[in-house]
């Protein structure tokens, strides 16, 4: 059983989706990244994007796949799933707030489309950023994060929250990533 449990900030925007859901938050534990089996380790402990990585480790693009989304003021948020192109598999479960202002209007339209991942959009146009990431995650999932991936019994998730940053260190995202087992 997974008892620890991190701070309602360090698992923002998840738990923004689990209060509005009236979901409690999956019992999960922070981590140390370098305690995280392999392959989650080459996965999720770097500054790097997670579409990348995720397509270069699957050997398939990534689609979109929205589940939930809503828009305060500059603040887009949205539940989405990582999903292989190839089989439409879902790899990752993703909670994300983008930060509208930081990208021209062009961008702002193409993120608020919601048919690319962020990482992908960013990627393309060739903007430079990085992830920080804020902690390394042990999850035991609930049942509608188990159903994302199609899961039955008991299972244990590994993911991170993140913060992508623009140059300069401006916030263009926060995100809580998970991956399939």
Do not use: W
């Not at 992908?120 to 430079?128: A, K, S, T, V």
């Not at 188990?146 to 590994?158: K, M």
């Not at 260190?169 to 087992?181: D, H």
Request: proline content about 7%; aromatic content about 6%.
């Amino acid at each position: 059983m997974i008892a620890a449990e991190p701070s309602v900030d360090l698992l923002f925007p998840l738990s923004h989706f689990c209060r509005a859901s009236a979901h409690p938050l999956p019992a999960c534990e922070v981590i140390d990244g370098a305690a995280m089996p392999e392959p989650f380790r080459t996965l999720l402990v770097h500054h790097g994007d997670m579409t990348s990585r995720l397509e270069e480790f699957h050997r398939a693009p990534m689609t979109l796949r929205v589940l939930h989304r809503e828009t305060g003021g500059d603040a887009y948020r949205r539940e989405v799933l990582l999903c292989k192109a190839d089989d439409g598999l879902p790899v990752e479960y993703g909670a994300i707030e983008i930060n509208l202002a930081a990208f021209d209007e062009p961008l702002r339209a193409e993120i608020l489309e919601g048919r690319q991942p962020l990482g992908g959009l960013l990627n393309r146009r060739g903007i430079r950023y990085r992830s920080e990431p804020r902690g390394f995650l042990k999850l035991a999932p609930d049942s509608a994060m188990g159903a994302h991936f199609g899961l039955a019994g008991s299972h244990t998730l590994y993911g991170r929250s993140n913060v992508l940053l623009g140059d300069g260190g401006r916030v263009l995202a926060r995100i809580v990533e998970v991956l399939r087992p």
